[in-house]
């Protein structure tokens, strides 16, 4: 018995309704041409978008803000649940555990927002054109680290169970609907739209290196292939903001020996700079070479999870229009 | 809820005394207002109040577990702040941080260490390590190198060392003065003049970049593996955690991983003396 439940979209509504006396719960809502999480409120719950891939911002900035006090933040107790997020975004988290709850030093902070925090991820049942997360060997849906899988068919929310929490969730959900089993036809229906839009994603993108040859690209590429696609390169570093993975930044003190942390981007200038002034990423190309090495070749040998999981944000926000799947292309053979 | 502490909050330290070692080098002398203990080559955070954080390799005894510590050069924002403090001020320390030498492994063996200018401060505290297990060394050679004889920090230390038996203190400066009667010239030129039994001996640099690149060129040349090389480096530390992502070294945090290594482990990674 696969561990799927099942409600009516109308009682799933009501039941966030609930659920609102206890949580913080923020879901995809659109606006305009953009959809992102936003926080739900009684009037908005209707208009939670399911399903459909993927809010502007990604689901690190839940567990790293942009900018945090470290020493006196005590927002990280309160229960939220986080409705919606993409399977690339959750893949994505697997690396900042890998970083933050590591057992040397484990960030309190971060623990405590995870803990306190229930994930429920959508499968995605459409794409976006630049998806490519099935290249990386990511599905379009969950089967880990979130708590339930949700998927939106006519008229009715299931909830695939994934985890301990995600029980509890289900438990606590009964109290506010009446929550069925998922007959099979219906998990096959899921299922069959799944593997077409895994089909879909491998279909776009053709051509495209996998994770494994990746790395050695990056490796491989000379200093003019940096140069050329750095040319256009601004440093704003947004493409490190909306990364899923990126997770650099900046201790900034204030008084009474405060730390605030704040999300830095080796795309910025200075990055590296030491006391000083020494800085051996001073050069625009420098860093933006730095960026690809991270990820495709110095991360990838030290930690186990993968650190780009194909969600082709850092495509849509840059604004010179640099598609880092161009490069991966031009140099796959 | 988890009991895990705040990595990020500094513990404050009192300053008991600030010694002028050189025209821009002093030496910061804390009290822990909490039990607070290191190993000879892990690293500190020193936060000045509202001001910055930066990292510093206490210059100490680890033995020593009242008082802590550290040398500083004027290089910077922080360290400028810092030369501007007074005893009884109050400073902010997290750690300690990384992976220190591992002291261990040089029983039975001549150490020969390789300083330049501020290097010595993390040397020193090598050297307190290095003498209270000295009956188990064969001999201990340091070989200092700094620009002026003005600039040659821990003199009277120095002194110390040179009636130390088993230890031995070589010095050079790049520009002599009429009081200067030991050697002129970049700190690896002492490495000619030293003998050692390479086959039963590490090697530890620290100092500026180019200082360790030519020192590691030198004693590779001189015949010592690359195992037998450990190397103190730097890096923008910032978080000291393995987190913040800016100590990055190749596929190392710096930070975490060392930041002593060997020169083994580090001779595949780019730009190592960047
Ligand atoms: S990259 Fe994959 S998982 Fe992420 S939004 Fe697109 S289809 Fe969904
Ligand atoms: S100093 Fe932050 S990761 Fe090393």
New binding site residues.
């Given amino acids: 018995m696969k561990n799927y439940y099942s409600l009516l979209n109308s009682d799933w509504n009501s039941a966030i309704d609930q659920l609102l006396n206890d949580y913080l719960i923020y879901a995809p809502i659109k606006s305009n041409n953009s959809m992102d999480y936003e926080p739900v409120n009684p009037e908005n719950i209707s208009e939670i978008v399911y399903n459909i891939?993927?809010p502007t911002t990604p689901l690190k900035t839940f567990f790293l803000p942009v900018k945090e006090n470290l020493t006196t933040d005590n927002s990280t107790k309160i229960k939220r649940i986080i409705i919606g997020a993409?399977?690339?975004?959750?893949?994505g988290l697997k690396i900042l555990d890998e970083i933050y709850l590591d057992k040397d030093y484990i960030d309190s902070l971060y623990k405590q927002k995870r803990d306190n925090t229930i994930l429920i991820s959508s499968?995605?049942f459409?794409?976006?054109e630049?998806?490519?997360?099935?290249t990386y060997g990511?599905?379009?849906?969950s089967k880990e680290i979130a708590d339930i899988s949700l998927s939106h068919v006519d008229q009715r929310i299931h909830l695939e169970v994934l985890s301990e929490k995600g029980v509890k969730f289900i438990t606590e959900l009964k109290n506010y609907a009446s929550v069925s089993n998922s007959p099979e036809t219906e998990i096959k229906d899921i299922e069959l739209k799944q593997s077409k839009?895994e089909y879909q994603?491998i279909n776009d993108n053709i051509g495209l290196p996998d994770y494994n040859k990746t790395g050695k690209i990056v490796e491989k590429a000379n200093e003019e292939i940096w140069k050329k696609y750095s040319s256009k390169c601004v440093s704003c570093g947004a493409c490190a903001a909306i990364c899923p993975t990126c997770t650099c930044f900046l201790l900034i003190d204030k008084p009474n020996f405060e730390k605030v942390r704040q999300l830095d981007a080796c795309q910025y200038p200075g990055f590296e700079r030491v006391a000083g002034d020494e800085d051996a990423l001073y050069e625009l190309s420098k860093r933006f070479k730095n960026r690809y090495f991270c990820k495709y070749v110095w991360k990838p040998q030290k930690f186990k999870s993968l650190v780009c999981?194909?969600?082709?944000r850092c495509i849509e926000a840059c604004i010179g229009k640099i598609n880092k799947n161009d490069l991966f292309k031009e140099l796959a053979n | 809820m988890s009991d895990n502490p705040n990595i990020y909050k500094p513990i404050r330290a009192k300053l008991l005394e600030v010694i002028t070692e050189s025209p821009t080098i002093k030496t910061f002398v804390m009290e822990p207002e909490e039990d607070f203990s290191f190993k000879t080559g892990e690293f500190i955070e020193l936060t000045v109040d509202g001001i910055g954080e930066a990292p510093f390799t206490p210059s100490s005894s680890p033995l020593e577990t009242k008082k802590i510590e550290v040398t500083v050069m004027k290089t910077g924002y922080v360290t400028e702040y810092m030369h501007n403090m007074k005893a009884g001020e109050t400073l902010g320390i997290r750690g300690p941080f990384g992976r220190g030498y591992p002291i261990e492994k040089f029983y039975d063996k001549e150490v020969l260490i390789l300083g330049g200018g501020c290097g010595f401060a993390p040397i020193r505290s090598l050297l307190y390590s290095l003498a209270a297990i000295s009956d188990k060394l064969r001999k201990v050679t340091l070989c200092y190198g700094s620009k002026t004889p003005d600039e040659c920090i821990y003199k009277p230390y120095v002194e110390q060392l040179r009636n130390t038996p088993k230890f031995e203190v070589l010095r050079t400066v790049d520009i002599p003065d009429e009081t200067w009667n030991e050697s002129v010239g970049v700190a690896t030129v002492l490495l000619d003049k030293v003998k050692v039994d390479i086959k039963n001996s590490v090697a530890v640099c620290c100092g500026p970049p180019i200082m360790m690149k030519f020192g590691t060129i030198r004693l590779l040349e001189l015949g010592f593996n690359d195992d037998q090389i450990y190397l103190s480096m730097e890096k923008n530390m910032s978080c000291g955690l393995g987190k913040c992502g800016h100590c990055m070294m190749g596929k190392y945090f710096v930070c975490k991983d060392g930041p002593v290594f060997t020169y083994d482990e580090l001779k595949n990674t780019p730009s190592i003396w960047e």
Avoid: F, R, V
């Fill in positions: 891939p993927k993409p399977n690339c975004d959750i893949q499968s995605c459409e794409i976006q630049h998806c490519h997360c099935m990511i599905k379009p849906y839009i994603i999981t194909g969600c082709g």
